[in-house]
């Protein structure tokens, strides 16, 4: 037992190293959206990509949350209407 402690004491382990996400160029991501050749399907992910949003979000999302003029999302809680301006999670 002590053999065992004596040498795991020596090595040393490398630390645990975090990949940042791939990151694509503008035009990669407009070649992307412009491959989807049908317009109600990329119209529903141009926004779902430039707004990074997750499957879950993007089924939800209303129309009226998308300002038509700016092309931005409308970023509402209802938490915050509800409660003032704390949101407790």
């Known amino acids: 037992m002590g053999t065992i402690h004596h ?9 645990n190293r975090k ?4 990151v694509r160029s503008d035009q990669d991501c407009r070649r992307l959206i412009a491959a989807i050749k049908h317009p109600v ?7 779902i990509y430039a707004c990074g949003l ?3 979000e ?8 998308v300002d038509s003029k700016r092309m931005l999302p ?4 209802p938490a915050i209407a509800q409660q003032g301006t704390r ?3």
């Open 7 to 15: 040498i795991m004491g020596h090595i040393t382990l490398q630390p």
């Open 19 to 22: 990949r940042l996400p791939d």
């Open 58 to 65: 993007a089924v939800t999302l209303p129309v009226w949350a």
């Open 54 to 56: 997750r499957i879950g």
């Open 41 to 47: 399907y990329r119209g529903c992910f141009a926004p």
């Open 87 to 89: 949101v407790d999670r």
């Open 74 to 77: 409308r970023i509402t809680n």
